[in-house]
């Protein structure tokens, strides 16, 4: 087995292989940016885990300097030192990846540090770091490539100035403001770390609806709260133009009240992610790919060339490290004559705001838009012991079943550690459970989990700790 790419769904699909008796390469060319080759892609170096490190610290600030005196808590003077909050973000990061690089050795792979190019007939070239070239063969290839930022020809990446997504990873000093193009997940994620750190934050989103592929009602919830953040968020903001100037830069933007320009010292683009497919097959090898650079590959990701598979943000579907890693593990077990399967229905999407988003399965307007007849029930946690406990009231949990059967339909949850939440709403959809199923299940208390408990005793109207409506 010749994997290409070492991100979580390369890394992942590898160690499958090789578990199950396959002699596996995995090739890579990520560098951190000391120029050391990493495993984990990405994901590990430059977005999921580096930011989510930066949520966390960013937080622990801003609880020390607005929450604490909830809790009763003087906490004095809080100084703040970015470049010691970006070295623990190096070193959460380094350790990771540094225990990929561990599961290599211990399981056997061949960690090739280069450039990977498929040839017909499954061989691969590779240009190593130090200039080498070397030819391998296999039985299978895995492509597993990833992603990229979408780069925008209104706003090209210029040093520390104008960058992308990793490049606000980066940063060691707070910029007095900050704008950002785009408030689709990675935008938010990035605003609130600069936003709690101090900077005065705009996000910039052509789109006039707020994060369309979620459901609104709680997304209409979200984004109160966010603004009430001071995360300024504008809607239908189509940026034309930027220009830099002495101490920053300018932003012409348009939206239905026409032009406007916008002032900021630095400046994100995070309108999405692109498959980073370009140069990954030689054309003799007659690899498939669709008008968007995604491989085109069937329900079990083989691609058009027998033996040759592609999983994770190279292919169709979220672009969401689980869901790559699950690929990776169902491609390895199929070659191994095993039936996995990835359902491709029930996989979490989350947002690491605060209040977190979490969702699964269908919205309310994907059900209504389908002509599904359903059922809704929604829990505030404001009405949750636990969450008034942790002064954490923000949000929901909203669970939609069939009307007829009553089977879990989706589940979406606006609040603290949804993320953390939203699996036991997984698991009850992957065993096609009912609201009812959940209703009847006993409930930690006090947990926010009862919140869930409570959201599918609302479907059936029988929620315990809601106010009974009025009767008109």
Not at 1 to 28: E, F, N, S, W
Not at 32 to 52: F, R, Y
Not at 178 to 186: D, E, Q, R, S
Not at 327 to 348: K, L, T
Request: aromatic fraction near 4%.
């Amino acid at each position: 087995m010749i994997v290409i790419g070492a991100g979580p769904a390369g890394y992942v699909a590898a160690i499958r292989c090789a578990q199950l008796g396959m002699k596996t390469a995995c090739i890579d060319e990520w560098r951190d940016h000391q120029g050391v080759p990493a495993l984990g892609g990405t994901c590990l170096n430059a977005g999921c885990i580096p930011s989510k490190a930066l949520l966390e610290s960013s937080e622990f600030y801003a609880r020390l300097r607005e929450a604490a005196a909830h809790h009763g808590i003087v906490a004095g003077e809080v100084a703040l030192d970015v470049p010691a909050m970006m070295a623990r973000k190096d070193t959460v990061v380094h350790d990771l990846t540094e225990g990929i690089a561990t599961l290599f050795r211990s399981n056997g792979i061949d960690w090739i540090q280069g450039h990977g190019r498929l040839l017909p007939e499954r061989k691969v070239h590779v240009t190593l770091h130090g200039g080498d070239e070397r030819t391998l063969a296999a039985g299978h290839v895995i492509l597993a490539t990833g992603s990229l930022p979408v780069a925008i020809e209104a706003a090209p990446l210029h040093a520390d100035r104008i960058v992308d997504s990793s490049g606000a990873l980066e940063w060691t000093s707070v910029p007095r403001r900050l704008g950002i193009i785009g408030a689709g997940v990675i935008g938010l994620e990035l605003g609130s770390v600069w936003r709690r750190l101090g900077a005065e934050v705009t996000l910039l989103e052509a789109q006039t609806v707020f994060l369309a592929m979620a459901d609104q009602q709680l997304t209409r919830s979200a984004l109160v709260l966010f603004r009430k953040q001071a995360l300024d968020i504008r809607l239908g903001a189509l940026v034309k133009s930027t220009r830099l100037t002495d101490d920053g830069v300018v932003i012409e933007y348009q939206d239905a009240d026409g032009m406007h320009t916008l002032a900021v010292d630095r400046l994100v683009v995070a309108v999405g992610r692109t498959p980073c497919t370009r140069g990954l097959a030689s054309a003799e090898a007659g690899l498939l790919l669709d008008e968007g650079g995604f491989i085109h590959v069937d329900e079990h990701c083989a691609t058009n060339l027998p033996g040759v598979y592609a999983i994770g943000d190279a292919v169709r579907g979220p672009m969401l490290a689980h869901k790559g890693s699950e690929e990776g593990i169902a491609v390895a077990e199929r070659i191994a004559g095993q039936s996995p399967e990835v359902n491709y229905e029930r996989i979490a999407s989350v947002i690491y705001t605060q209040p977190e988003i979490a969702w699964v399965g269908k919205t309310e307007e994907a059900l209504k838009q389908a002509g599904i007849d359903y059922r809704s029930g929604v829990f505030p946690f404001l009405a949750s012991g636990r969450a008034r406990a942790m002064h954490e009231t923000d949000g929901m949990v909203k669970v939609l079943s069939d009307a007829a059967t009553d089977r879990v339909l989706g589940v979406h949850i606006l609040g603290s550690h949804a993320s953390e939440l939203i699996g036991q709403a997984v698991i009850a959809m992957e065993f096609d459970g009912s609201s009812e199923d959940i209703a009847r299940t006993v409930f930690a208390h006090p947990t926010l989990s009862e919140a869930l408990h409570e959201a599918a005793l609302a479907v059936g109207k029988r929620a315990l700790h809601l106010l009974k409506p009025r009767r008109s």
